[in-house]
């Protein structure tokens, strides 16, 4: 009989044995909510895991289970102290880290071993509440082989991990087709799993604009949308992509107001192009087009209004795809009634600024000589762009930069230009967007990222309507291009090589296609496959059949898998069990009886104590067969071997 000391003994031997493959599962699972995670439950998993660690080499005590209870009820109160609640995205989260870093003191048992790797593997799955992209797809793949084969080795712990991992690579290869399976027929659920909808990014663009807030994106190199033109595609100088117009200017701060009605008609020009958007996430309302838009998207709930901007009714948190159409060349018409707040000025504000304009308004009453004028008050008075900008006056932001630093982007120039036209009489208005963009040409679309983000204004002139001016552009014309490479190259910089950029395309290009084809994949795709296979799901008795044909799909494709791995196993055991009972048979022949209640072991010193010469051949079958039978050796080789073993011995 084993003793209870013996058998602890080996228990801690195999705890030791696993503890290591553990906790590397546990960090790699963890590893990408490091940056969200509060700083004390970051503090709490490392220095536990480390105790851990450090305890197999040093022989540190491990404090006993009430140590741990305690542990366990302190830190789920402080996640609730920290979130205010447990459920939710952020708390269940940050829940299920701190139960990880105290649960690695409980690993004598395999019970407690097991559960740690079903935790690690629900916090693996918990990546999805915040990312949608094909690289955390393929790091959430990593991470569940690894805690598969670290499961593989607490079952199996004598097993090679070279083993382990071959058996955990097989295992997902195999589930790859029910995956597929499973995604395409599944019933899709709408919105996330807590009601919150995914992670949104933020754009820096709102209904007002404060001088400062698009110089924050110049060095954020996150992608804004996507475009593929149908058609004619305009050049890099008149690609301005239009977001939100401000009309209210109240001496510091540009808005754009809640008065501007719906578009009734749709203005007239030419060169128009068609073209497909792919918009990201940005939690605003703002949908972006190409100055100027002449249709709104048709599959989204949204609005069109009199300055030209399209709002959708609810905020953009998932990816969006529309098409649009657009003019490059157009005229506006009359001013309205409503427009005519684009002359007001604030009163007591920027008092330098407005006496400037109004005396360049006393001084040309020729609206273009007047904006010419303007211009070249920009160009010949040291004014300087820069990504940079020196701090302004808060009360006077306008006449500070104007007349002290003379240094900012674009929209320190659109913002101060528009108030100059209003002191002189001409009628201006400020729009925020997007600027140029960058060619993918493995993909055959365009990219236009956070750091495109602009400022311009649009002024109103007589038979004209509103006319774009880029006071920008005069004093760096390298922000405004034809050459939309040159331009990209020269605002991301000299890092990129041609040989990288094209990498960068290229996974550009498939994260775009992993985008529309697996994350953009709907209850309305799906819905056209099942009209496809002639079911309509819009109804009880359509869904039902979905049901119905979704389990007997199921059966079907699960039924010759389970079939062949039975047939497989069966016939593994026959052939070891058929040349077992000749090998019996053979010796008893000779005399040796194997009773019914003798193993092989037993069997075996009943041969070698009734005939000893038999004990080389006979020990080398006996545990090949005990290998082959109860050992978890797979190698079909061995399987042959033992055959041809038993048809040489002989008796």
């Known amino acids: 009989m084993i003793s209870n000391r013996f058998f602890t003994a080996n228990l801690e031997t195999d705890t030791k044995s696993q503890l290591i493959p553990i906790l590397i599962a546990i960090v790699i699972a963890i590893a990408p909510h490091i940056v969200r995670l509060p700083a004390w439950i970051l503090i ?142 599944f019933p899709r659920i709408q919105g996330s799993l807590w009601g919150t909808g995914r992670h949104a990014a933020k754009t820096g663009f709102s209904d007002h604009l404060t001088i400062g807030d698009i110089s924050s994106l110049s060095k954020n190199d996150e992608i804004a949308f996507r475009v593929e033109f149908k058609g004619k595609i305009p050049k890099g100088s008149s690609i301005y992509w239009r977001g939100v117009v401000l009309w209210n200017f109240d001496g510091e701060s540009w808005k754009r107001g809640l008065s501007v009605p719906l578009k009734e008609n749709f203005i007239v020009g030419g060169e128009d192009t068609n073209y497909t958007v792919t918009l990201e996430p940005h939690d605003q309302r703002f949908l972006f087009a190409l100055d100027m838009p002449i249709s709104i998207p048709s599959n989204i709930n949204a609005d069109f209004f009199s300055d030209e901007t399209i709002m959708a009714r609810f905020p953009i948190r998932k990816r969006l795809k529309y098409s649009i159409k657009s003019i490059t060349v157009y005229n506006t018409g009359d001013m309205k009634k409503w427009e005519e707040r684009a002359i007001h000025i604030p009163r007591y504000t920027n008092p330098k600024s407005i006496e400037l304009g109004k005396k360049w308004g006393y001084e040309n009453k020729d609206k273009e000589e007047l904006i010419y004028k303007a211009l070249n008050y920009f160009k010949k008075n040291e004014f300087a762009y820069t990504l940079s900008p020196p701090r302004l006056d808060k009360i006077n932001v306008i006449d500070d930069f104007l007349f002290r630093t003379k240094k900012g982007y674009c929209e320190h120039f659109a913002a101060s230009f528009a108030l100059l036209m209003r002191a002189s009489g001409i009628p201006s208005r400020v729009v925020i967007g997007y600027q140029g963009a960058e060619f993918n040409p493995i993909g055959n679309y365009y990219i236009i990222r956070q750091s495109d983000a602009h400022a311009w204004v649009e002024v109103w002139l007589d038979k004209k309507g509103w006319v774009r001016i880029e006071p920008t552009s005069v004093v760096a014309p390298e922000r405004l291009v034809d050459n939309l490479d040159s331009l990209n190259i020269a605002k991301r910089g000299n890092r990129f090589s041609s040989f990288s950029r094209y990498v960068e395309f290229g996974w550009d290009t498939i994260n775009s296609r992993w985008n529309q084809w697996i994350m953009d994949y709907t209850s309305l795709e799906q819905s056209r496959i099942f009209s496809f296979l002639g079911i309509k799901i819009n109804s009880i008795k359509g869904i039902l059949r979905s049901i119905f044909v979704f389990i007997s799909l199921t059966f079907c494709v699960l039924l010759p898998v389970t079939i062949g791995y039975l047939y497989k196993q069966q016939v593994k055991i026959d052939i070891v069990k058929l040349y077992y009972d000749k090998f019996c048979e053979k010796l008893y022949k000779a005399g040796i009886e194997r009773l019914p209640n003798q193993g092989p072991l037993d069997y075996y010193n009943k041969i070698i104590l009734l005939k000893p010469g038999l004990k080389p051949k006979a020990e080398e079958i006996i545990n090949l067969y005990i290998a082959l039978n109860y050992g978890f050796n797979r190698d079909e080789k061995l399987k042959y071997k033992f055959r041809d073993m038993v048809k040489r011995f002989d008796t």
């Open 44 to 185: 709490c998993c490392f220095v536990s895991w480390g105790y851990v660690a450090l305890s197999l080499k040093y022989r540190l005590p491990w404090p006993p289970k009430w140590l741990c209870q305690i542990l366990g009820i302190i830190g789920f109160c402080g996640v609730l102290a920290t979130f205010g609640r447990i459920l939710g995205r952020e708390a269940s989260v940050a829940l299920l880290s701190i139960l990880l870093a105290f649960k690695t003191f409980e690993t004598i048992t395999y019970r407690d071993r097991m559960i740690i790797i079903f935790l690690a593997y629900f916090l693996v799955i918990t990546n999805l509440f915040y990312f949608e992209t094909l690289s955390m797809t393929l790091y959430m793949f990593v991470s569940v082989f690894i805690t598969t084969s670290v499961l593989i080795h607490i079952n199996y712990p004598k097993a090679k991990i070279s083993a382990n991992l071959v058996l955990a690579g097989n295992i997902m290869l195999k589930s790859l087709p029910l995956m597929v399976f499973l995604f395409l027929l």
